[in-house]
């Protein structure tokens, strides 16, 4: 993108293409996976709550919906139908950048402004802090921790993993407790290296699937850290979650515009949901259209979850990307949500 101002231009929002045109519900996708979405910020907040923006969103067993947000309050948990039944995480946070609902209902957060995670009962009460705030591990030093990304659990035995992140290229696993146990990648483009190690998931059988951001592609790995395979067939990969509601385990992607300025209205560049079975085989997409404010468009999808329906919440950072940038600043549509058809 260019930060060159012309006439009708916002930083990416053009009014040709950007802005304007469909208004109400449309619905996306393709075969099974179709979605109507409104183009509105879904969950209903009190007047004069903001998201500012939404970074990161999870779903519990309950149907409870875990937003993530740089707002108003950091930790919204609505009901499916957006209704807010908890709030907490007030004056904690420095950047709030992720969630992870673990199997045990417990609650991980990822602060990559202070360069922590914290595990919180359902409720808010703090039970660990990984990292020491405000006191990053040296750039690059593959040491845990500098502006890390996200948090995925192996339901098998509650080992974990960290995605470190923006300014490291490493995964780090931990026991149960939090104890280190080991760490992997580097920086690069190779099988195994990262750019930008953004999200990170896992499946029931312990492979680990991490969104390489910048490489724009998913990389899976053992749980021992050894490279499996690759997925490249994507824009710039940046949140990913595996639900097995339908009864097979679907891998949900989703993914950042890839372009510049000049193709800012092309097709199929993101941003966008994926949906692929574990064999790497793309099974849907939902948006095919560049980014923008109209019902059926995404900005930056960098928070994704499925919901026992098969509901799709997108957490979006649009402040960040977007309307931080515009000329006056303006808030746009933060969290959608997806509802299957």
Known sequence: MTT??????????RSEGHEGGTEGPVVLGEGEFRYEVSGKDWGNLPEGWTYKEATSVDVDPNDRVYVFNRGTCPMIIFD???????????????????VTIAPDGNVFCVDNGDSTIRKFTADGKLLMTLGVAHEPAPKMSGKPFNRPAHVAIDKRNGEFYVADGYSNARVHKYSPDGDYLFSWGESGTDEGAFNIVHNITTDSDGWVYVADRENHRIQIFDDKGKFETQWVNLSRAATICIDDGTGEELVYIGEYFAGIATNDIGMDLGPRVTIMNKKGEVLARVGRESYGDQSGRFYSPHGIAVDSRGDIYVAEVSWSDYGSKMEPQRELRSMQKLVKV
């Not at 060159?4 to 929002?13: D, Q, S």
């Not at 499916?80 to 992720?98: K, L």
């Open 4 to 13: 060159t101002h012309e006439e009708n231009w916002e930083y990416g929002l």
């Open 80 to 98: 499916s139908e957006g209704n807010i039944v908890d709030t907490w995480g007030e004056g904690v946070f420095a950047n709030p950048h992720a």
